[in-house]
């Protein structure tokens, strides 16, 4: 019987080395990854908020006025803008209200991703001038990074989100 010492392959522990450098990799890979799926969703939350605001201006064109918050809820609470910007997709201003691209569900407004609020007195804590007459308007969004700054900074949820206001007067 003959034995080969000199028998060409790997050690356990040259293995074990390579399958910690992949791992580790693998780990950055996936971080940025995250990181860019993070900065894409707020992209199109940002894009959302810039939809809403040109289809309340043509609504705004068409009535002299900006959607009654009371229409769509009680008076003086914002209501969740699939609710309150319900008549720009009934008047054919925009196909349909945008969804939350990923869920955010914590905080004050709970799954709520765009709050609307005809007068700003809706908006608790609004860094918006108040008016009256349904002249202007606000819409809370909130973002994943804070480096997109769009809109009024606003008081933070503390789930580390980063809230705005986008005001119009």
Do not use: H
């Amino acid at each position: 019987m003959t034995y080969y010492k000199n028998k060409a392959g790997f050690t356990l522990i040259e293995l074990l080395v390579v399958i910690a450098i992949i791992s580790l990799l693998a780990s950055v890979v996936m971080a940025s990854l995250n990181s860019a799926r993070s900065k894409a969703r707020d992209a199109r939350r940002v894009s959302d908020v810039k939809q809403f605001q040109l289809a309340l201006g043509l609504y705004y064109d068409k009535y002299g006025r900006y959607i009654d918050t009371m229409a769509a809820g009680p008076i003086g609470i914002p209501t969740d803008a699939s609710t309150a910007l319900a008549p720009l997709v009934a008047e054919g201003f925009i196909p349909s209200i945008s969804t939350n691209p990923n869920s955010l569900s914590c905080g004050y407004w709970g799954n709520s991703i765009y709050v609307y609020g005809s007068s700003v007195w809706d908006l608790p804590g609004a860094v918006c001038p108040p008016t009256a007459n349904n002249n202007s308007y606000a819409i809370e969004f909130c973002l994943e990074n804070s480096s997109n700054l769009f809109g009024t900074p606003y008081p933070s949820d503390g789930c580390g989100r980063y809230c705005y206001a986008k005001c119009v007067y």
